[in-house]
Every structure is written in structure tokens, then in C-alpha cells.
């Protein structure tokens, strides 16, 4: 039963000047007359992480039209707008109310440039708009001061809530466009499918950013412009006619000479499998949301990966169908890395050059006559890609600088210069063919794909008398009891929400298909499956907070990957 606000009032006076621990008095939900305010979990000090709150607008109160939230994708760029002002609006009240430590802090999580799936805003198939955010419960050193708290929720709160969850005519055009480019985007998703693409990169499009910590528009960048030879017009629904350029699928080269814009377009291409928001300059770059970006990645775990398709008969007599190390070497954490990304569900490499490891993407011609086959365990990606592409049909955008291998297997290779890409596949396979010595380059040997039926008793049993503890360190990596799984390389995690997200699914796929005798697949099937319904409901350790973002299967795929 909801208490009403003048029981919030009371309790807060009651409290007043008492010790801290008096605060959780306050856990329960309060009818706020416009909307409910739930306070789930009161911190136990002043200096600890804030307390978990949320507010519920009802539908006849937040009024927001149904046709801006009645598909998927509208209904997360919707959220994904709602939870921006909120958290924009909230941040003036901050610290207003006083206090030691983190008395007085309000705040709701503050988006990157992409749109995901967050647990910071949620709103219900029938229109209630949910926003989880934290408030730094004021005191003086361990003292209440509920005088100040006061303020935070009957004065500054209701005027948040107010200028942000209520729709109202004159917000129809802000939100319309949100609506639009959500539609658009997704039309975009559709049509490469239809059309046989990976990509989509739009006239115009602002790729670069600002510096290398900025996720902003770099400012007076280049803009793109596609070779007419790829250029394609697409019919949005909203915006009309954009044109840009499609890339085919199958094998695509990226040269050009350094500094040229190959890694930048690249990049784009990455993060191309989120959605960004209007002003971004990457709205219309849409990759298949299944790709994967795969680099080496010295040191990182192996278990049990079949990586036999590209390293065999090691002078150990190791195993390589079923490998396991701790402590990779580059080519054998970029097979590893091409392998499970297959497992995942990839139908789309994206791989650079210079992140990747040389022996595992080329041996050249000279090394080929000098090092007889027999002797080499590494079968390079250059002799299994076509070989990916035809029988699991997996296509690839590699950027090669400085490797001209790649040519005889491409289908397309588009030349950057001074940031404009350039079609040069005509000429450039010419070259390729007068260079080579015919009949001289390495075939490659019979490709069997690998087994992902791997045994997955590696994920040694949690103790689950013990609390977990959850720690997220940035981007770079999650721990959770004290073991820390690494995912700097892992380099498509743009939000450290998604980080956050993934130590609570990795630890729910540990503690509960672990022992079922369950393939990986299944047990992220069945994840995903509860994420979609539920959202983090059910998969969450605790109190869902405000801070969670769904990840990809893939990374989902990634994180456990690499559990050591
Ligand atoms: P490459 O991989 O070809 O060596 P990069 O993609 O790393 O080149 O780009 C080199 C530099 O040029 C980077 O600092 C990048 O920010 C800048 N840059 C890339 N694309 C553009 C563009 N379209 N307009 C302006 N500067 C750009
Ligand atoms: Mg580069």
C-alpha cells in the first residue's frame, strides 16, 4: 500500500537529527499525488553509494501519445530521450541540499551517444514512465538532516518529474523526431537484409570523433561521401531520400595510406551496430548488428575452443580442437576470438590490421617458399576467409595498410583518401594479378567448421552462500567475488552500463545453468529470452538499479568467454 505525502513529511521530521540507520524507515512507496515515488534502498551512511529511488508517472499523467512508443525500437529511443532530460534536469538540484559526503547528490544515469536498452527509464506496454536515479540522503557527519532531504523530495523532485516525464503539446515535435529517427534507423536495419548488406554508411555522415576520450562530432571533419560505384538511395520513411554507400556482402578491403581515415571509418563501422542519437553524426551508419570486431589479444584465458580451423599440429601435440591456455599468444587469441565470435551468432568480421596479430592474418609468398607448410601450425585468416564466407556465410571488412594479400581474396576494395573512400577493386585486382606467379599462392587446406559442443564444467561452481559482490571498473573490465574479467579488447562495449549489465547476466547464466548439462547457446538463449520479457527483473542480483544496459549477445558471449 502506498503511504501518501504527508506520511513521507511525517517520517522525514520524525527522523530529524537522529542517527543515519533511522533513514531506512523511509524504504516503501509514497503517493505524491502526480506520481509515486519508491525509495528501495536507503544507504547505510553518508559517505556510501547513494540510495536507490525511482519514480512511476502514471499514463493519464505522463500522456505520452501511444504511437511514439508502439514499436521496439520507438519505445527504447523514447526511454532513452525521457531518461537524457531527466538526468539533465535532476543534475541543477544536486548538491542544493547540504551536508557531509554525498549528502544531497541527485543524479540519473547520463547516456553516451548511442540508444540501448537501459534500466535508467522504462516505460510499461500501457504507458507508465518509470526513471531509476539515487539521492545522497543528507546528514552531518552520521546526523540526520532531514530538513534537507525534505527539500530533495518534495520540492526539487516533484519539479523534475514535472518538466521532464509529462507530455505535453508543446514537446509533440521533440519527441516526433525521436519517434522518426527510431524508424528510420530500424527501416535502415531492414533494408540491408533485403538488399545483401553489411553496411551503410550515409552522404554526409560525420565519423570522426572529437579526440580520442570524446564521443562527440569532431568539428569541421570531412563529411562522407560514397564512391558513386557503391552509392545507393534508400526511401526512409521520415527523412525521405538518403543516399550512401552499401556494402556488399562478402570480402571488403579498406587500404590507404596512413593517417587516411581507414581505422576512423572502421570504427563507425563498430559502433554501427547501436543506434545513435540525432547530432551524433553517425545516425545513418548502420552495420548488421550481428558484427563483431576481432583483434589479438595477448594474454587473455582460452577454454576449450576448437581452434583447429586455424592452428594445428603445434610441435607439442597439443590439441588445438579442444584448447584451453591461460596466457594467449596474439594468433591464438585472434583464432579463439574468431571462433567464439562464430559461436555468438557473428555474420560479420570487422577486423584492423593493426590490432591484429601478423602470423595470424598473412604469411607471405617468400616465407611460404622458405618454411615448408608441414612446418607451420598457423593456417592465416587470408586462406580461411573466402573459405567463412561461402560455406558459413560470415562476411568480412578488414583495413589492411601495409598487406596486399588480401587482394586476390577480396570482392570489393575501396581505397580512403584524405578520408574520402575511393572503389579501386577494378584496378587494384589488375595489379594483383600481373604481381602474382600463377599457380604459386598457397590453397587453402579443407575447412571443418568448428565444434562448439565444448563440455562447460570450466565455469568452476560459485559459492553461493556468499553475497556476490559486483565491482565495474569503467570500461575495462568487471569483477565479481574478486575475480576480475577482463574486457578492454572486447572493444564493440561502448557504456559502462553494458558492463554492469553483463556481470549481473554472466553471474545468473553461472549460478543457473551451470550445472545443466546446457551448451553455451542454450544458456544465453534462455538469458535473452527472461532479458526481453523482463528486462533485468529476474536476472538481476538484488534491487534492479538504475545503471544497467542490455548488452549484445555477442558480448554476452564475450564476457563469459573470457571468465577465467
Ligand atoms: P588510418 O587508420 O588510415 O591511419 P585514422 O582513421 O586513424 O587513419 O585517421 C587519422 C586521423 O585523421 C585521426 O586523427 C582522425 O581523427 C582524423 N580523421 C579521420 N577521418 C576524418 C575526417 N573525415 N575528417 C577529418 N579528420 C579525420
Ligand atoms: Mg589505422
Known amino acids: 500500500m502506498n503511504q501518501t505525502r504527508q506520511q513521507l513529511v511525517r517520517t522525514l521530521r520524525e527522523v530529524d537529527n537522529k542517527s543515519y540507520p ?23 551512511d553518508p559517505f556510501a553509494s547513494p540510495s536507490m529511488l525511482r519514480v512511476e508517472v502514471p499514463t493519464a499523467k505522463a500522456a505520452f501519445p501511444k504511437e511514439l512508443y508502439d514499436t521496439d525500437e520507438k519505445k527504447t529511443a523514447l526511454e532513452d530521450r525521457l531518461l537524457r532530460l531527466f ?73 523534475v518529474v514535472l518538466h521532464t516525464l509529462y507530455y505535453d503539446k508543446t514537446k509533440e515535435q521533440q519527441f516526433r523526431q525521436v519517434a522518426e529517427l527510431a524508424e528510420d534507423q530500424e527501416f535502415i536495419r531492414r533494408e540491408l537484409k533485403k538488399r545483401k548488406l553489411v553496411a551503410f554508411v550515409a552522404n554526409g555522415a560525420i565519423l570522426p570523433r572529437e579526440s580520442g576520450i570524446s564521443s562527440r562530432p569532431m568539428k569541421n571533419a570531412v563529411a562522407f561521401e560514397s564512391p558513386k560505384s557503391l552509392e545507393i538511395t534508400l526511401q526512409l520513411p521520415n527523412k525521405g531520400e538518403v543516399r550512401g554507400m552499401g ?54 584465458s582460452i577454454q576449450k575452443v576448437d581452434i583447429s580451423m586455424f592452428i594445428n599440429n603445434l610441435p607439442n601435440g597439443k590439441d588445438t580442437s579442444c584448447f584451453s591456455t591461460a596466457d594467449a599468444s596474439g594468433s591464438t587469441s585472434q583464432a579463439a576470438n574468431v571462433v567464439e565470435a562464430m559461436e555468438a551468432g557473428s555474420s560479420l568480421f570487422l577486423v584492423d590490421e593493426d590490432t591484429s596479430a601478423t602470423n595470424f592474418m598473412i604469411r607471405d609468398e617468400l616465407m611460404q617458399k622458405v618454411v615448408h607448410r608441414d612446418m607451420e601450425p598457423i593456417t592465416p585468416f587470408s586462406l580461411r576467409v573466402r ?21 586476390y581474396q577480396a570482392d570489393l576494395i575501396i581505397q580512403m583518401k ?29 575447412l571443418s567448421l568448428p565444434d562448439f559442443s565444448r563440455p562447460r564444467i570450466w565455469l568452476r561452481k560459485p559459492d553461493v552462500r556468499d553475497r556476490v559482490k559486483m565491482k565495474v571498473m569503467g570500461r575495462d573490465s568487471i569483477s565479481i567475488n574478486k575475480e576480475t574479467i577482463d574486457l578492454r579488447y572486447v572493444e564493440q562495449l561502448v557504456d559502462t552500463g553494458q558492463l554492469a549489465g553483463l556481470a549481473n547476466i554472466v553471474w545468473y547464466i553461472r549460478t543457473h ?52
Not at 533513514?23 to 525509495?39: A, E, N, P, R
Not at 573459405?387 to 601495409?402: D, K, N, P, R
Not at 550445472?515 to 533485468?536: D, H, I
Open 387 to 407: 573459405q567463412l564466407y561461402e560455406t558459413a556465410h560470415i562476411s568480412t571488412i578488414l583495413v589492411a595498410g601495409s598487406s596486399g594479400s588480401y587482394f
Open 418 to 446: 584524405e578520408y574520402c573512400p575511393e572503389d579501386i577493386t577494378e584496378m587494384a585486382k589488375k595489379a594483383a594479378m600481373e604481381f602474382a606467379t600463377p599457380g604459386q599462392e598457397e590453397k587453402a587446406p579443407k
Open 513 to 564: 545453468f551451470l550445472s545443466e548439462n546446457m551448451s553455451m547457446t542454450e544458456a544465453v538463449n534462455q538469458t535473452e529470452e527472461l532479458l526481453k520479457t523482463f528486462g533485468f527483473e529476474k536476472v538481476c542480483v538484488g534491487k534492479v538499479p538504475g545503471n544497467l544496459t542490455i548488452p549484445r549477445r555477442q558480448e554476452i558471449f564475450a564476457c563469459l568467454n573470457r571468465w577465467r
Open 247 to 300: 556494402i556488399p556482402r562478402g570480402i571488403t578491403m579498406i587500404v590507404g595510406g596512413g593517417f587516411h581515415g581507414k581505422s576512423t571509418l572502421l570504427k563507425a563501422l563498430e559502433v554501427g551496430v547501436y543506434n545513435h542519437i540525432a547530432g551524433d553524426g553517425r545516425e545513418y551508419v548502420i552495420t548488421d548488428d550481428t558484427a563483431v570486431k576481432l583483434r589479438a589479444e595477448d594474454g587473455r
Open 87 to 159: 538526468s539533465r534536469e535532476i543534475k541543477k538540484y544536486s548538491f542544493q541540499a547540504k551536508g557531509s559526503g554525498k549528502s544531497g547528490f541527485m543524479g540519473a544515469v547520463i547516456p553516451g551517444p548511442e540508444i540501448l536498452k537501459r534500466t535508467g527509464c522504462e516505460i510499461s506496454g500501457n504507458g507508465t514512465v518509470l526513471v531509476r536515479f539515487e539521492v545522497g540522503f543528507p546528514a552531518n557527519g552520521r546526523r540526520i538532516q532531514s530538513r534537507e532531504l525534505e527539500k530533495m523530495l518534495i520540492q526539487f523532485l516533484p519539479e
Open 22 to 44: 533511522a533513514y531506512k524507515q523511509l524504504k516503501g512507496s509514497y503517493d505524491m499525488t502526480d506520481f509515486t515515488l519508491i525509495i528501495e534502498h536507503v544507504q547505510g
